[in-house]
């Protein structure tokens, strides 16, 4: 079983529509990390949140520290949101900045 | 942008041969990590830079090497390439007390 899990793993959405991604973990983190990666591989990281809720533009992430769980929301999905979303953890147990990674959602949105 | 850049962006070699990875991270980031995410899959923990010594290595044999320099670049560079070790090689930097971490664009690498 690995790690983190996301759910799901494909999501496809009309354009408009409100967008959840899920990401549960089953290691005690320092922080966790939201991840967007389009087409050709770069990674642009969106959020790191160790508590709480983060706000920026149309997107919100929360986390659950005791549940071990953290969502990403999309509001009003557009075409250009298309990309795989990742969700990454920074274990509490590592003294390193290693990073593991959930395998992905893949978003579709269409117009 | 993130400022972190890698090169070259893709690459072809032949089983066997050797190849090196070059990541420039962004100024003052003292902490660079490598990844290695093969298609369909979340990227995998290679090994992790600290001030220019490891500090941390995932499953990975020891052919797989690193360097990290004063000027905030490193390597990665992989010896007696294999089929398998095709994938994207993605680097990131970060100031390691702030845990944020930047990423590169990737090195598409194929072994043929």
């Known amino acids: 079983k690995n790690e983190v899990e996301q759910s799901p793993q494909n999501l496809t959405a009309q354009e408009g529509e409100f967008i959840t991604i899920n990401c549960s973990y089953s290691?005690?983190?320092?922080?966790l990390h939201w991840l967007q990666q389009h087409p050709g591989g770069g990674i642009v990281s969106l959020f790191m949140l160790s508590s709480g809720k983060k706000k920026h533009g149309r997107l919100i992430a929360t986390i659950n520290i005791q549940e071990k769980h953290s969502s990403l929301h999309i509001t009003a999905s557009h075409p250009r949101d298309s990309a795989v979303y990742i969700c990454?953890?920074?274990?509490?147990?590592?003294?390193?900045?290693?990073?593991?990674f959930g395998t992905g959602t893949r978003l579709q949105v269409f117009p | 942008e993130t400022g972190v850049t890698q090169s070259p962006t893709h690459l072809i070699k032949t089983r066997g041969q050797q190849v090196t990875l070059r990541c420039s991270s962004q100024s003052g980031h003292n902490t660079v990590s490598w990844y290695q995410q093969a298609l369909g899959q979340g990227p995998q923990f290679i090994f992790q830079?600290?001030?220019?010594?490891?500090?941390g290595r995932g499953n990975f044999p020891p052919r797989f090497s690193g360097l990290q320099f004063p000027n905030y670049s490193s390597e990665l560079n992989v010896n007696a390439l294999e089929l398998d070790d095709s994938a994207l090689y993605l680097c990131?930097?970060?100031?390691?007390?702030?845990?944020?971490?930047?990423f590169g664009q990737g090195t598409r690498l194929t072994v043929v």
């Open positions: 990131a930097s970060s100031l390691g007390n702030t845990r944020e971490a930047f």
């Open positions: 990454a953890v920074l274990p509490s147990t590592y003294n390193t900045d290693k990073l593991i």
């Open positions: 290691v005690g983190i320092s922080a």
């Open positions: 830079y600290y001030r220019e010594e490891e500090n």
